[in-house]
């Protein structure tokens, strides 16, 4: 395997997590009666330029298709960080309606439609047909493409060049990140700013955040790799964040290389000295995952098996592609855990892929009431256990399986 970015091999495993069909591709009914497509599930690093990576197995045309599933406004506490960051980027940037902002991977018109409430134009890329037609649905603008070099030309010479350029949870999910990377040098404008979130690999590891890892994810990211990537293509790192999202982010503010200039914060030196002395420049940082990921599987395997020898009913909450990932590692059927929840109602009716678990409304957990409740999407666990609370009304409990199994 050659490393996506600087095309060195690649032979530095981060993680095996066996096989897995994408952790987006839900089932309906009919679908139940043919046969998945799984991939290996593997991460290796470049030792060379340190951008862990998936083994190239699934494409991305397959991965994001016209049913995508994954809708980010049904997550409150998403969108308050989606609004939070479009009043911090028009304060800071002066943005208004004489400005262009652009979103990559603009799915349901999350992020756009703050934008859109204060005046300024906007417009959204968005390959999948079914969060591209919910952004419209809002009166947002949206080209339903893969973004890259060739569409950034296009819609530069249509006149879209950008003053911000914002991609949240993206860069990860992109096979081709040069390609991609370079299209923002080419649609900002001289004076424009692109920002960047993206799960840390840093945490990734240190917190053992394995269910992070699926197909769609094509990267696990530092800023140690992210800088040399877009100093490749044509963008200079000048600021960096760290977010608590996804169980610990970066947002990274870039510009173009031959435009404007933009002194560089000191918090980009010293993240990149957090990285150094933690270790993700030597191979040993990134042998203390699968250990870590295996440790899980086993808690989770004898939790709910305990859970059924005691007579307990266990269901789980959230049908996220990360619990997708847990699940499938863990081996986990209908047998030990007979339905999740989910407030989408895209996925409700649906079932998992691999473990083909159902998926049902909430209504389904009141008429139930199992005594736990596991929490799949634990980087909102905030959010879900205030909106579970009814759920002590008949003694249960909620719990999370990682990092480690606790009882909330």
């Known amino acids: 395997m050659k490393c996506r970015h600087c095309a060195a091999p690649v032979t530095l495993p981060l993680v095996d997590l066996g096989t897995a069909p994408p952790s987006n591709a839900y089932l309906d009914a009919p679908a139940l009666h043919g046969s998945e497509r799984w991939y290996p599930l593997r991460v290796l690093v470049c030792e060379q330029c340190w951008l862990a990576q998936t083994e190239d197995f699934a494409q991305a045309n397959e991965l994001f298709s016209a049913n995508y599933a994954y809708f980010s406004s049904f997550s409150s506490t998403w969108l308050a960080h989606a609004q939070a960051y479009v009043d911090a980027m028009v304060q800071r940037w002066g943005l208004n309606e004489h400005s262009k902002v652009v979103e990559i991977a603009a799915n349901d018109g999350y992020l756009l439609q703050y934008v859109a409430q204060r005046g300024i134009p906007c417009l959204g890329v968005e390959p999948t047909a079914s969060t591209a037609a919910a952004a419209r649905a809002k009166g947002l603008a949206v080209v339903e493409q893969f973004f890259g070099t060739a569409l950034a030309q296009e819609l530069a010479s249509q006149g879209h060049s950008a003053d911000l350029m914002a991609a949240n949870n993206v860069l990860a999910h992109v096979p081709d990140i040069n390609d991609f ?3 923002f040098a080419s649609l900002l404008k001289p004076s424009g700013v692109a920002t960047f979130e993206f799960p840390h690999l840093l945490q990734l590891v240190e917190q053992c955040q394995f269910d992070t890892i699926y197909h769609e994810h094509f990267s696990y990211l530092s800023l140690t790799a992210v800088q040399r990537i877009f100093a490749a293509n044509g963008l200079t790192v000048f600021d960096v964040q760290e977010l608590p999202t996804h169980g610990g982010s970066l947002r990274v503010f870039a510009r173009r290389t031959d435009g404007l200039e933009r002194p560089t914060t000191p918090a ?12 993700m420049g030597h191979a040993a940082f990134y042998q203390s995952l699968q250990p870590q990921a295996l440790r899980i599987k086993r808690e989770l395997l004898t939790f709910l098996l305990q859970a059924q020898a005691q007579g307990l009913k266990v269901a789980a909450y959230g049908a996220a592609a990360k619990g997708n990932t847990l699940l499938n590692f863990a081996g986990v059927r209908s047998d030990l855990l007979p339905y999740v929840v989910d407030r989408n109602p895209a996925k409700q009716g649906q079932f998992l892929p691999g473990s083909r678990i159902p998926i049902v409304d909430e209504d389904h957990l009141r008429a139930h009431r199992p005594d736990i409740v ?17 759920v002590q009304e008949w003694g249960g409990q909620l719990a999370v399986a990682m990092p480690t199994l606790e009882f909330l």
């Open 268 to 279: 980009v030196a010293a993240l990149l000295e957090h990285e150094a002395t933690a270790g």
């Open 181 to 183: 990377v370079a299209g």
């Open 374 to 390: 596991l929490i799949l999407p634990w980087n909102l666990k905030d959010e879900v256990v205030a909106q579970l609370a009814y």
